[in-house]
C-alpha cells in the first residue's frame, strides 16, 4: 500500500500523457534532475502512463491477492468462530475473562433477561449462559477488503478500458464521436454509440460586469446512424452530457472566424488566429487585405479580440480606429473602406471520455465508507454460569474495552437480588413482635 500510494503521487508530480519529446527536453540525460533522473527513468517503466503502467497495476494486483489471502485464512475464521455459540461450564474459566463478577442470591434468567434488554443475543444451556451483540463489527472486515478489491478492479479497468479524447469545434460544425477517441488500453473496445454524430447548435458566452468571460455553454445534439435526433443538452463547465456510457465536458472555448462585410460586400469568413500573449489570457488576430493577396508585402486591416463581444480594428499603418461590437452592425471606416463585423463565430472546446470502470469505483468506496463505520461496532461476548445461589460473569470486547467494563456495572446493577423463604419467615416474625 505505501508503494502505490507513492507511485500515485509520483503520478501527480510526472506529467502524464505527453509526447515522448516532451520527456526528452524536461528530463535530459546531460542535465538529469536531481543529478540522476533522465527520461529514461520515466519511458522505460512507463511512468508517463502511471495508471496504466505494467509496475502500478502489478502492485494493485498483488495487494489484492493479499487482501484475499487474509480475508480468506484469518477474517473468514475469525467471523465462523465469533457466530458459535460458546457456553463455559467452568467458573474459573469465565473469571479469567477481561471482566468478571459475581452476583451472590442472583438468577441466570433474571440476567439473561437483562441482558436481551441491552440488545444482546442470549443463549442457555442448563445453568451456562452466553450471549453477545454487535457481530456486525466482525463481518465488516471482509467487507472493507472486498470494497478495496472493487476499488482497485474500477481503477484497473479505468486504467486499460476506457477512451478519452479532446476537439474544437467552430459553432454549426459537426464531429463524430469514435472520430476523436482513442484507447488508453488493452481493454478498450468500441461501442455502437462511438457511431453517433455531435452538432454544435450554438456557442456562446457570459461576462462579469468586468468584460471577463464568466461562463461558456454549447448547444449540443447527438444524432444516430439514421440521422434522428438522439439527445439534445447545453452544457456547461461542469455540467457535462451522458449518453450512453460517453460523458462530453465543456473545457474551453476559442474564436473560429469574424464574419465582415467590405464595402456591402460579402460577408466574408476570416479565421482568427490565436497569438501568444504572457499569462493565461486569450487573445486572437486576423487581417482583411485590401491589396493584392499575392503581393510579397500585403498590407490589411488588422482586428484584434480578447473575446467574443468586441472587436478592436487598426488601420494599415497599425494605428487604433475603433471597437465594435458584432451585435451592434455599426459600419466603421478604415482606410476609405466601410467596414461592418456581422457576427464573431466561436469555437467549443470539449473533452469526451468514457470510462467503464467509475460506477466499480464508486460502488467500492460506498461500500468502503459503510463497512469501515460497521468496523467500529464493538463485537461484546458474556458468559455466565449458575454456581449454587451465585451467578458468575464474565465477558470480552474486542473495542471500547473501558465502555464495556462501565455497561456491564450498569447492567449487573439491575439483576435482582433473590430472598429466600426463611428469611422471609424471619422477618416476618420480627415484624410480629
Known amino acids: 500500500m505505501c508503494a502505490i500510494a507513492a507511485l500515485m503521487a509520483l503520478g501527480t508530480v510526472i506529467d502524464q500523457g505527453e509526447a515522448p519529446s516532451y520527456y526528452f527536453e524536461k528530463f535530459p540525460e546531460d542535465n538529469p534532475v536531481f543529478g540522476f533522473i533522465t527520461w529514461r527513468w520515466i519511458l522505460t517503466p512507463g511512468f508517463d502512463h502511471m495508471f496504466s503502467s505494467p509496475v502500478f497495476l ?35 474459566s469465565i473469571r479469567k475473562q477481561e471482566f468478571a463478577e459475581s452476583l451472590p442470591r442472583a438468577s441466570i434468567q433474571d440476567l439473561g433477561v437483562i441482558l436481551m434488554g441491552y440488545g444482546y443475543e442470549v443463549f442457555t444451556k442448563g445453568p451456562s449462559l452466553y450471549a453477545f451483540k454487535g457481530l456486525a463489527g466482525r463481518f465488516a472486515p471482509i467487507g472493507v477488503h472486498i470494497a478495496m478489491i472493487f476499488i482497485m478492479a474500477g481503477a484497473t479497468l479505468s486504467a486499460t478500458g476506457s477512451f478519452k479524447g479532446s476537439v474544437d469545434v467552430p459553432q454549426g460544425l459537426n464531429f463524430v464521436i469514435g472520430d476523436v477517441m482513442k484507447p488508453k488500453g488493452v481493454l478498450s473496445f468500441a461501442p455502437d454509440i462511438f457511431n453517433t454524430e455531435v452538432h454544435v447548435n450554438r456557442f456562446y458566452m457570459e461576462y462579469y460586469d468586468s468584460g471577463e468571460v464568466s461562463q461558456f455553454y454549447s448547444d449540443l445534439s ?11 443538452k447545453t452544457i456547461k463547465v461542469n455540467d457535462p452530457l451522458r449518453y450512453g456510457g460517453v460523458t462530453i465536458y465543456q473545457t474551453d472555448w476559442g474564436f473560429s472566424a469574424l464574419q465582415v462585410k467590405k464595402n456591402g460586400e460579402g460577408p466574408f469568413n476570416l479565421a482568427m488566429a490565436p497569438l501568444k500573449m504572457n499569462g493565461d489570457k486569450k487573445l486572437f488576430g486576423t ?26 480594428l487598426y488601420d494599415q499603418e497599425g494605428k487604433f480606429v475603433g471597437v465594435r461590437r458584432p451585435s451592434s452592425k ?75 467494563s462501565a455497561e456491564m456495572n450498569r447492567l449487573l446493577d439491575k439483576v435482582p437480588e433473590l430472598i429466600s423463604v426463611n428469611e422471609n419467615t424471619v422477618d416476618s416474625k420480627q415484624g410480629a413482635t
Not at 498590407?299 to 472587436?311: E, N, P
Not at 467596414?339 to 467503464?356: C, N, Q
Not at 463497512?371 to 449458575?386: E, F, K, R, V
Open 58 to 92: 502489478g502492485l494493485l494486483a498483488l495487494l489484492a491477492a493479499s487482501l484475499m489471502a487474509c480475508t480468506y485464512t484469518t477474517q473468514i475464521p475469525i467471523v465462523k468462530v465469533a457466530r458459535r455459540w460458546s457456553f463455559m461450564h467452568s467458573a474459573g
Open 222 to 232: 447527438l444524432f444516430d446512424l439514421d440521422g434522428e435526433e438522439v439527445m439534445r
Open 287 to 312: 487581417l482583411l487585405p485590401l491589396e493584392n493577396s499575392g503581393s510579397s508585402n500585403v498590407k490589411g486591416i488588422s482586428m484584434l479580440a480578447r473575446d467574443l463581444q468586441s472587436i478592436v
Open 330 to 404: 455599426l459600419p466603421i471606416e478604415i482606410d476609405g473602406n466601410e467596414i461592418v463585423i456581422e457576427d464573431a463565430i466561436g469555437s467549443t472546446g470539449l473533452d469526451l471520455k468514457t470510462d467503464p470502470g467509475v460506477p466499480i469505483v464508486y460502488a467500492g468506496f460506498g461500500a468502503l465508507m459503510l463497512t469501515t463505520c460497521i468496523s467500529y461496532l464493538s463485537h461484546s461476548q458474556i458468559w455466565a454460569l449458575q454456581d449454587g445461589s451465585t451467578v458468575v460473569v464474565g465477558g470480552k470486547t474486542n473495542r471500547a474495552k473501558l465502555e464495556f
